[in-house]
């Protein structure tokens, strides 16, 4: 069964400052999507970033890039320059080609920011 | 703007009592979710339609019902709401094909009494 692991349930950033996210997944599968969504307190999940898995260029948008090692099946997020606004919880979520239709979500990480 | 659309955004329901949550799209999606989330916790997928096609996850209780009328509109209904079955519920569409790429709604808290 696919699996994706988001080992860290908290962290903390200054602001200004750089923050890495961790994921690793679990897949046979060599095609398949990946995705980064934000949910801040009350508030809408949204996608931040998301990396297609045969392309080898890591995915970027803004302050926020990934670190894709597909060999690892690792799939890193790193916001740049953090603000406040970005003060979330970030869910990891991986889409098997098998079934397209369905998110297999990390737990997720709490993202505080500090002013 | 296009978007996902649920309503109530807060309901309170007695134990037992059977409730209905809605959900409208204006992105004219084929596929249409329900996930229900407890505080701090990831999405739990209850089931998806596809276009008319119902697909239901092998573990969401029977309590648990949905109807998708049209393309628009999907209906989530807790036949005999337990204590259990507070937490939020979460609507979201996409496409079924492409990137797979879902749009959430703003969700439905759902409290039980």
């Known amino acids: 069964a696919q699996t994706v692991t988001q080992s860290q349930p908290e962290m903390s950033v200054q602001e200004a400052e750089t923050v890495t996210l961790s994921c690793t997944y679990d897949?046979?599968?060599?095609?398949?999507?990946l995705f980064w969504y934000k949910q801040p307190p009350s508030r809408q999940m949204i996608l931040v970033i998301r990396?297609?898995?045969?392309?080898?260029q890591n995915a970027t948008e803004n302050r926020f890039s990934v670190n894709f090692q597909k060999a690892a099946k690792s799939f890193s997020l790193k916001i740049s320059d953090s603000q406040l606004g970005d003060a979330a919880m970030y869910f990891c979520?991986?889409?098997?080609?098998?079934?397209?239709?369905?998110?297999?979500f990390g737990a997720g990480t709490i993202l505080r920011v500090k002013s | 703007d296009a978007m996902v659309i649920q309503n109530p955004r807060y309901q309170v329901t007695q134990f037992g009592k059977p409730v209905t949550l809605s959900c409208s799209q204006t992105?004219?999606?084929?596929?249409m979710y329900w996930y229900q989330q407890k505080s701090s916790q990831a999405p739990k997928l209850l089931f998806h339609?596809?276009?008319?096609?119902?697909?239901n996850e092998a573990d969401t209780p029977d309590n648990f019902q949905s109807r998708r009328p049209n393309t628009s509109f999907c209906f989530l209904d807790i036949r005999s709401p337990g204590l259990g079955d507070a937490a939020m519920y979460l609507c979201?569409?996409?496409?079924?094909?492409?990137?797979?790429?879902?749009?959430f709604g703003p969700g439905t808290r759902l409290t039980v009494l």
């Open positions: 979520a991986y889409v098997p080609m098998e079934y397209g239709n369905k998110l297999v």
């Open positions: 897949t046979s599968e060599s095609d398949y999507y």
């Open positions: 990396q297609e898995a045969y392309k080898q």
């Open positions: 992105l004219n999606h084929n596929v």
């Open positions: 339609y596809y276009d008319k096609d119902f697909n």
């Open positions: 979201a569409t996409g496409t079924g094909t492409g990137l797979y790429e879902q749009f």
